[in-house]
T-cell receptor
């Protein structure tokens, strides 16, 4: 079974440029998460989807970040315009969304460098 | 807001010794507590988890304990091996029609051969 797929793996852009990340979760996983992980820190939730509905986006900087999960399968996360402080690894994860456990399967991440 | 605190941030042990990592959480509604291991340059992977109706769970050399009253939980690794060297993240999940999971800042474990 294929795991969570993310692309690109690395991205270097100049500040004020737009950037987009793509994630394809494990087949059958209803819940999809986007996290940001700064060096030496734990994953910080940006947005959580249950199927195609964004149910928790309280940590998403909505002035510059946007996300979508059309048809409840793959998802894109966009930053426009990017700032220096956006440099981080952006992780996508998915889970079955069961009530009594929530093992999250992470993708390899996209390492973003904003110059 | 809710948070998860994790200690220590760095832990160095001799091969064969035990390692203990501790976490506290603030949301009393949290009912699911996973631990993830992240090796250098790789993605986090679940190594063990515990639900709030259980006080302790063991899987070979790793065990987790949970004290709901005090809102803290711990990871114990016995007979550590060099391949246990990694960053370990605790997390607290709260089910609200789906899980909202907050991660700790991580503990970098070094196991010296």
């Amino acid at each position: 079974e294929a795991g969570v797929v993310q692309s690109p793996r690395y991205k270097i852009i100049e500040k004020k440029q737009p950037v987009a990340f793509w994630c394809n979760p494990i087949s059958g996983h209803n819940t999809l998460y986007w996290y940001r992980q700064n060096l030496g820190q734990g994953p910080e939730l940006l947005i959580r989807y249950e199927n195609e509905e964004a149910v928790d986006d309280s940590q998403l900087p909505k002035d510059r970040f946007s996300a979508e999960r059309l048809k409840g399968v793959d998802s894109t996360l966009k930053i426009q315009p990017a700032e220096l402080g956006d440099s981080a690894v952006y992780l996508c994860a998915s889970s079955l969304g069961q009530e009594f456990s929530d093992e999250q399967f992470f993708g390899p991440g996209t390492r973003l460098t904003v110059l | 807001g809710e948070n998860v605190e994790q200690h220590p941030s760095t832990l160095s042990v001799q091969e064969g010794d035990s390692a203990v990592i501790k976490c506290t959480y603030s949301d009393s509604a949290s009912n699911y507590f996973p631990w993830y291991k992240q090796e250098l340059g790789k993605r986090p992977q679940l190594i063990i988890d515990i639900r709030s109706n259980v006080g302790e769970k063991k899987d070979q050399r790793i065990a987790v304990t949970l004290n709901k009253t005090a809102k803290h939980f711990s990871l114990h690794i016995t007979e550590t091996q060099p391949e246990d060297s990694a960053v370990y993240f605790c997390a607290a999940g709260t089910y609200t029609g789906g899980f909202k999971t907050i991660f700790g800042a991580g503990t970098r474990l070094f196991v010296k051969a």
